[in-house]
């Protein structure tokens, strides 16, 4: 019983460490372009209604494993709010906000007043 317990930690840790990082999402603040380094990256993944993700996905072209999530989301932080300024479909594409976010869409993008967390950016 011991070493199948064994082999099967053993399998699970091997697994783990092959995993493919993924690609960040991005923080610009003060105009400086910062990566942001939660994993996994997906501020808007957290609070994207299913439909929306969806739609995201059924229009994409290609797969990768450095990026599950689909797309790679440009976030901006302007007066203490949070902006969504731009979604690429990952591997390449650029999706229109007004898509996918149809009444939420500003001057300043998507202002995100669903989040109300830490972001943590290098």
């Not at 995993?19 to 610009?28: G, H, K, L, N, R």
């Not at 007004?98 to 993008?109: L, R, T, V």
């Amino acid at each position: 019983m011991k070493p199948l317990l064994n082999l099967s930690v053993l399998l699970v840790l091997s697994f783990s460490a092959l995993a493919t990082e993924q690609v960040p999402d991005i923080f610009i603040y003060n105009n400086n372009k910062l990566i942001i380094t939660d994993t996994p990256p997906e501020i808007l993944g957290r609070y994207l209604p299913v439909e929306v993700e969806n739609k995201i996905r059924s229009g994409q072209k290609g797969y990768s494993t450095a990026c599950y999530r689909g797309y790679i989301a440009t976030w901006r932080l302007r007066n203490d709010s949070l902006f969504l300024v731009k979604l690429e479909r990952f591997p390449r594409g650029i999706l229109q906000l007004s898509d996918y976010f149809p009444n939420q869409c500003s001057e300043n993008g998507v202002f995100a007043q669903w989040f109300n967390s830490i972001i943590r950016v290098c």
